[in-house]
């Protein structure tokens, strides 16, 4: 393709019009930490511009052609944050409460950082949210780009933060004995 996106060890052809000697074309890659080439196949290293040249020696009636070069970029590939969760995934709410988030990470070499868009209902620091009222409490996942991956779509999930229940204790009546008068 005339424009390949990154992919671990995948490739890609090469190819051009030889000039008229016998003697074959030869490619080439002047940049190796972005691609090399072996016959006609072009493999991916990293994302970035792949630097190509194609050369052609010289036989008995021709002399060798001038070097071309070709400049290829090779695109950043997508990745994804899968399997956002909870433990436990329906919370109770408690003051300082907390739980647990958890995601799959794309490719790329970035953390998925987790956050909120609901700061009234939860807070969250690295991977623990802390309850702060009952409600939904939405979690977002994201992840940076790298070299090779661009950034990843941000993933949310809605955790119910459920009520807690509470309890009338010592009901008695003041004073405990009290006196008749009419």
Do not use: E, M, R
Request: charged share 5%; hydrophobic share 40%; aromatic share 6%.
């Amino acid at each position: 393709p005339s424009a390949p996106v990154f992919s671990p060890d995948g490739t890609f052809g090469v190819s051009a019009t030889p000039g008229a000697s016998t003697s074959p074309v030869v490619f080439a890659s002047t940049s190796p930490a972005v691609c090399t080439v072996s016959g006609g196949t072009a493999t991916i290293v990293a994302a970035g511009t792949c630097t190509l040249t194609a050369d052609q020696a010289g036989d008995t009636n021709y002399s060798a052609a001038p070097q071309v070069t070709l400049n290829v970029t090779i695109g950043q590939a997508t990745q994804a944050i899968t399997g956002l969760a909870a433990t436990p995934s329906a919370p109770v709410f408690s003051p300082g409460g907390t739980f647990a988030v958890s995601a799959t990470p794309g490719a790329s070499t970035s953390p998925v950082v987790f956050g909120t868009s609901t700061p009234a209902v939860c807070s969250v620091s690295g991977s623990t949210v802390t309850t702060l009222a009952a409600g939904t409490c939405t979690v977002t996942a994201d992840q940076a780009a790298d070299t090779n991956y661009s950034a990843a779509p941000q993933v949310t999930l809605n955790v119910t933060i459920g009520q807690a229940t509470q309890a009338i204790t010592a009901f008695a009546a003041t004073p405990s004995a009290p006196l008749f008068s009419p």
